[in-house]
């Protein structure tokens, strides 16, 4: 069988030295993710991003940079490639019907001085962000993350 690639465009919104995340549960576990989803065929990735970020936090943010890419090339049934923005929070949508993921039970704003230990997936984004976040230098395309690599917490 041959397998799809997928585009997931992501939003890194970072407010007051924190970064918003959805809290993901399997009934056992915690752990976040970054708000954002598959790009529809003829949607730009940008649009995807606003569209994503309402339909699961209700909120509006304004869409800045490119700044990561991750692969996730084994683990799900399609290779998944994440175009990671950053954003700029503008505030909630009145009335937002939001569309969670199965697994969604919620959100935190993540505190980026330790994002470091964070159950935040992919771990490789964690330092990344802190990098850039910091101003220090950061990798823009950081390869693949498959499920069982071991995490990144340095």
Same mark, same amino acid.
């Given at each position: 069988?041959?397998?799809?690639?997928?585009?997931?465009?992501?939003?890194?919104?970072?407010?007051?030295?924190?970064?918003?995340?959805?809290?993901?549960?399997?009934?056992?576990?915690?752990?976040?993710?970054?708000?954002?989803?598959?790009?529809?065929?003829?949607?730009?990735?940008?649009?995807?991003?606003?569209?994503?970020?309402?339909?699961?936090? %209700?909120?509006?943010?304004?869409?800045? $940079? =490119? *700044? #990561?890419?991750? /692969?996730?090339?084994? %683990?799900?049934?399609?290779?998944?490639? $994440? =175009? *990671? #923005?950053?954003? /700029?929070?503008?505030?909630?949508?009145?009335?937002?019907?939001?569309?969670?993921?199965?697994?969604?039970?919620?959100?935190?704003?993540?505190?980026?001085?330790?994002?470091?230990?964070?159950?935040?997936?992919?771990?490789?984004?964690?330092?990344?962000?802190?990098?850039?976040?910091?101003?220090?230098?950061?990798?823009?395309?950081?390869?693949?993350?498959?499920?069982?690599?071991?995490?990144?917490?340095?």
């Amino acid at each position: 069988m041959e397998r799809t690639v997928r585009n997931a465009a992501k939003a890194l919104i970072i407010r007051d030295d924190r970064m918003l995340a959805i809290k993901i549960s399997d009934g056992k576990e915690e752990w976040y993710i970054m708000p954002g989803g598959g790009q529809g065929a003829e949607e730009l990735l940008p649009d995807a991003v606003l569209r994503e970020v309402a339909e699961e936090m %209700g909120i509006r943010v304004e869409v800045k $940079d =490119l *700044v #990561f890419v991750i /692969e996730g090339v084994h %683990g799900e049934s399609f290779h998944r490639v $994440d =175009l *990671v #923005f950053l954003c /700029e929070y503008q505030g909630q949508i009145e009335h937002a019907v939001l569309q969670n993921d199965h697994n969604q039970v919620g959100f935190d704003w993540l505190d980026i001085k330790t994002l470091n230990t964070a159950p935040l997936y992919p771990s490789k984004l964690r330092r990344q962000i802190m990098n850039l976040y910091e101003g220090k230098p950061y990798r823009v395309y950081l390869g693949n993350e498959e499920i069982g690599d071991p995490e990144v917490n340095e």
